[in-house]
C-alpha cells in the first residue's frame, strides 16, 4: 500500500512539475515575442526618424550659416540652441538603433584592411571639431600615422565618434583632449583622455551597462541616454578588443585595444 501510495505521490508531483514546466515555456515565448516586438518597434522608429533628421539637421546649419541670406544676432542664438539639440536627438536615434541591431543579433563585423588613423579617426576628429570649438577644448592627435589592422570601418568609426563625443561632452571647458596609440605586432591600444571630473572607483562597473547613468553626470544635468559606452563596448568586444577607463589626477583615460590582424 504504501508503495503504492508513493508512486501515486511522485506521478502527482510529475504532473505538477510537468505543467509548471509548460506554463513557463509558454511565458518565455511570450517574452521572447514580446521582446522581439519591441525591438522591431525600437528598429524602425529609430530608422525613420534617422532619415526625417538627417534632412532638418541640413536646413537647420543652412539657414544658421547664412547660406539663405543674413541673420542677427538673435536668430543665431536661437539657431545655435536649435542645431545643438538637434544634434542630441541624431545621436540619441544612432545609439537606439545600434542597440535594435546588437539585441537582435545583426551586428556583423565586416572586416577589411584599414589605417586607424587615417580611415577612421581622422574622419570623427574633423566632424566633432566644430562641437569642441563651442566649448574651447583643443583636440591633440597623437595617433601614428599608418597603423594597420582588419576590422569594420564603419563600426569603428561608431566607437571613435561615441569615445570622442562622450570626451568633449564631459571634458572640462578650455580643456583638452588627447588621442594616444601604442603598438605591438600583433595589437594596438587608442588612448582618448579628457581633462573632466575622474570617474570614482565605485561607478567603473556601471559605465559600459545599458541605460547607466553616473551620479556624477546626473549632478552636472549632462544629457545622455547611457547607450554609447555599452554600445562601444559591443563593437570592440566583436572585433576581439577590450575596453576600459582609468581615472587620472585631472579626469579620465578611455583605453581599448584591437587585434590587428595583418
Known amino acids: 500500500m504504501e508503495s503504492i501510495k508513493l508512486y501515486e505521490a511522485f506521478n502527482d508531483m510529475a504532473d505538477r512539475i510537468g505543467a509548471k514546466r509548460k506554463r513557463l515555456e509558454e511565458s518565455n515565448e511570450k517574452l521572447t515575442e514580446l521582446n522581439k516586438s519591441y525591438l522591431d518597434l525600437i528598429g524602425f522608429v529609430a530608422h525613420e526618424l534617422k532619415g526625417i533628421l538627417a534632412s532638418t539637421i541640413l536646413n537647420a546649419y543652412t539657414v544658421r550659416d547664412g547660406f539663405l541670406g543674413m541673420i542677427n544676432f538673435k536668430q543665431r542664438?536661437?539657431?545655435d540652441s536649435i542645431t545643438?539639440?538637434?544634434?542630441?536627438?541624431?545621436a540619441t536615434v544612432k545609439n537606439f538603433l545600434n542597440l535594435s541591431r546588437i539585441e537582435k543579433g545583426e551586428i556583423k563585423i565586416s572586416k577589411t584592411e584599414l589605417l586607424l588613423k587615417e580611415d577612421?579617426?581622422?574622419t570623427s576628429i574633423e566632424a566633432f571639431t566644430k562641437q569642441a570649438n563651442e566649448k574651447c577644448i583643443e583636440i591633440e592627435d597623437n595617433i601614428k600615422?599608418?597603423?594597420k589592422l582588419k576590422g569594420d570601418p564603419d563600426?569603428?568609426?561608431?566607437?571613435a565618434n561615441?569615445?570622442?563625443g562622450n570626451a568633449i561632452k564631459y571634458g572640462s571647458k578650455d580643456g583638452k583632449i588627447v588621442l594616444n596609440s601604442n603598438a605591438t605586432e600583433s595589437k594596438i591600444e587608442i588612448e582618448i583622455y579628457n581633462?573632466?571630473?575622474?570617474?570614482?572607483?565605485e561607478e567603473k562597473g556601471k559605465l559600459f551597462k545599458k541605460f547607466s547613468r553616473l551620479e556624477s553626470q546626473q549632478k552636472r544635468?549632462?544629457?545622455g541616454t547611457g547607450l554609447g559606452l555599452f554600445v562601444t563596448r559591443d563593437i570592440v568586444e566583436k572585433h576581439g578588443g577590450t575596453i576600459r577607463v582609468e581615472a587620472r589626477e585631472k579626469g579620465n583615460s578611455f583605453i581599448f585595444n584591437l587585434e590587428r590582424g595583418c
Open 195 to 201: 581633462d573632466g571630473i575622474p570617474i570614482k572607483e
Open 221 to 223: 544635468k549632462v544629457r
Open 145 to 147: 600615422p599608418g597603423l
Open 77 to 79: 542664438k536661437a539657431l
Open 162 to 164: 561615441n569615445l570622442i
Open 84 to 90: 545643438r539639440n538637434l544634434d542630441y536627438l541624431e
Open 120 to 122: 577612421v579617426f581622422s
Open 155 to 159: 563600426l569603428l568609426t561608431i566607437v
